[in-house]
DNA sequence: GCGACAG
DNA sequence: ATCTTGTCGC
């Protein structure tokens, strides 16, 4: 797939900044996609420090939802965790990985925000603009916007707004009694296509999850199931 | 000034 | 994110 070089990564967080204000203008908040055959979940992990990256990523058929294909890669990073910025930190170790993928993914779940971002920039959305593709935000936490309840039954959700009361994202639960998962636009996508995809990713297993299976199955642990947050298992 | 703060 | 002890619910 084609990979877009924006900007440069090894910048100030000041930059930084910066290129989130001017890229954020280009998002796409609403579908521009055909028919979806497969989907892609990254996640990233640090498995020895704050430095070594190792990148996951699943790709299943959709929405038979088969797991088809899964890479593992490890990458060094530079930029540190700061709230706000986390695109910087994990895109390039993404980036590496999604390059190893045989098959382009028609959509992509990403770990963390999309627009839902106090700068409407999450990673989510940074990717989606890169790689020039529809994508969703899946957060398991909050970063920016407020909601008015904790939905509690599967396939319930809120809006979450900011400060304008606009709609910035969705507080959705995808099992009974469980944590909520915070859903928001990446890219190319409207926000109830995105909680839609989302919840079928999640019939059969928790898709971000799925990826993290892939990082155990990299450490030579190969477990048949884990668990989140002792709420949730998924089997592969 | 004081919290809050994706992973 | 990662580490880790203690507690709660099914």
Same mark, same amino acid.
């Given at each position: ?32 996609f ?16 704050k ?9 299943? +058929? ?99 707004? +900011? ?33 839609e ?40």
């Amino acid at each position: 797939m084609e990979i877009k070089q924006l900007h440069d990564w090894k910048v100030s967080a000041s930059r930084a900044i910066e290129i989130q204000k001017e890229l954020a203008a280009k998002v796409i908040t609403e579908n521009r996609f055909g028919k979806i055959q497969y989907v892609a979940g990254i996640d990233i992990g640090f498995p020895k420090n704050k430095e070594t990256a190792r990148a996951a990523v699943t790709l299943l +058929n959709f929405p038979e939802l088969k797991l088809l294909e899964y890479v593992v890669t490890d990458s060094l990073v530079a930029f540190p965790y700061v709230p706000g910025l986390l695109s910087f930190r994990e895109i390039p170790a993404i980036i590496e990985a999604l390059k190893e993928l045989k098959t382009e993914p028609d959509i992509i779940l990403c770990d963390g925000q999309g627009i839902a971002h106090p700068r409407k920039f999450g990673l989510a959305s940074h990717l989606g603009l890169i790689l020039d593709k529809p994508t969703i935000g899946v957060a398991k936490s909050r970063l920016f916007g407020s909601f008015d309840y904790t939905p509690c039954k599967k396939g319930e959700w809120t809006s979450l707004r +900011n400060s304008d009361h606009e709609e910035i994202g969705a507080v959705l639960c995808t099992r009974d009694n469980v944590k909520p998962l915070y859903i928001s636009i990446g890219h190319k996508i409207s926000l109830q296509s995105s909680i839609e995809i989302v919840l079928k990713c999640i019939i059969k297993y928790r898709l971000p999850e799925t990826t993290r299976t892939a990082h155990q199955l990299a450490s030579k642990k190969t477990p048949l199931s884990i668990s989140d947050n002792g709420a949730d298992t998924i089997h592969i």
